[in-house]
């Protein structure tokens, strides 16, 4: 009966959806851990520490730069929640705190780095924040300070570890930036798929897009995940990223257990579907980007059918994601999917 009633209230939109997230996961999985939000306060009051500690290096160099008394400056960090997930799994299986603070901190510092770059890389200046009038000129230059000062706070923390460290991360960086490679090919793919040779293309979409192959599958999955619709192209594009953070923690001697590391890469391919990507898909069809969702409208004339799919992808990866999470006890993790699967918003998609 609880569970019953736990389902309805999570339905209800009024709720704040980091509430329907708690109320939904106890509705599925049975469980209800006031530990879990003691928790999650603790950790999120660590790493919102860590944050502010790295951008207030990158505030004092931009006031520098800009012969400024004092600087504010912000960036999107959403990315680093996979961090804060793993640091609230050391804490509750007594992993020594300090140590995987310390190893957050650098994860934390090297994920925004990496962000950043990219960003930049790509000219993507907006999320570069500063409280002073800027241009566009100097907002690229803030976007490289920023970058710069991160980057040489990462090397200086990378120093402090085994090499293995740094090797289990440029390995995911070096996977993720192949799939870049392939952006292009995956944009001709969608041009051809809406021209004159369309069904070969669509063809070539399954083929090599949504069921592609893995030519080693990583260690990280199982039968269970190596029939999800994607996993290739979305694992190289993301997941690798996240699986990579947590072979840093495992090579500077922490012990981290197989199932968590499933539930963060799987949680993380879902976050990228059910919220960027359906988010994006207007923008994404008229720039040619290759997407799950984008590729489903490819696939099929049936809009609704499209919408439906990209619905049901996304929970499996995200049920999948709790049902790893509950294995090694990582409440936190469970409700983190279940607040993204509540945070999605499908009716913006034709047909949804």
Not at 31 to 58: H, I, K, N, P, W
Not at 301 to 327: E, F, G, M, N, P
Not at 332 to 340: D, H, Q, S
Request: proline content about 3%; hydrophobic content about 40%; some cysteine.
């Amino acid at each position: 009966m609880l569970r019953t009633g736990a389902d309805k209230l999570a339905g209800r939109e009024f709720l704040p959806t980091s509430a329907r997230a708690v109320l939904g996961y106890y509705a599925d999985t049975g469980v209800f851990d006031y530990r879990s939000l003691r928790l999650q306060r603790r950790v999120e009051d660590t790493t919102g520490e860590m944050v502010a500690d790295a951008f207030a290096a990158v505030e004092s160099a931009i006031a520098d730069a800009f012969d400024r008394e004092f600087v504010e400056f912000s960036y999107d960090t959403k990315l680093v929640l996979p961090a804060e997930l793993t640091l609230g799994y050391c804490y509750r299986h007594g992993t020594d705190d300090g140590r995987a603070e310390e190893v957050t901190r650098l994860v934390i510092e090297a994920l925004v780095d990496g962000d950043m770059r990219d960003a930049i890389n790509d000219d993507e200046f907006e999320d570069f924040e500063v409280d002073f009038a800027v241009d566009a000129a100097d907002r690229r230059r803030i976007a490289e300070i920023a970058q710069e000062t991160l980057q040489g706070r990462v090397e200086s923390l990378f120093a402090e570890y085994p090499d293995s460290v740094r090797a289990a991360y440029d390995w995911a960086v070096d996977i993720s930036e192949a799939h870049q490679d392939e952006d292009e090919h995956f944009r001709e793919l969608m041009t051809a798929a809406t021209g004159g040779d369309a069904e070969r293309a669509r063809e070539r979409i399954s083929e090599e897009y949504k069921f592609a192959d893995f030519d080693d599958p990583p260690r990280v999955f199982d039968t269970r995940e190596l029939d999800l619709p994607y996993l290739k192209t979305q694992y190289d594009r993301v997941g690798v990223i996240y699986d990579g953070m947590i072979e840093m923690y495992r090579e500077a001697g922490l012990d981290v257990e197989d199932a968590f590391k499933k539930s963060i890469v799987l949680a993380i391919i879902g976050a990228q579907v059910w919220l960027d990507d359906v988010d994006d898909y207007d923008a994404d069809m008229r720039e040619g980007q290759l997407t799950p969702v984008t590729a489903e409208y490819l696939l099929t004339d049936d809009q609704t059918a499209a919408a439906d799919a990209v619905v049901d992808i996304s929970q499996r990866y995200l049920d999948l994601a709790k049902d790893h999470a509950s294995v090694v006890d990582s409440t936190l993790t469970g409700i983190a999917a279940e607040y993204i699967y509540r945070s999605g918003n499908p009716e913006v998609l034709p047909g949804g």
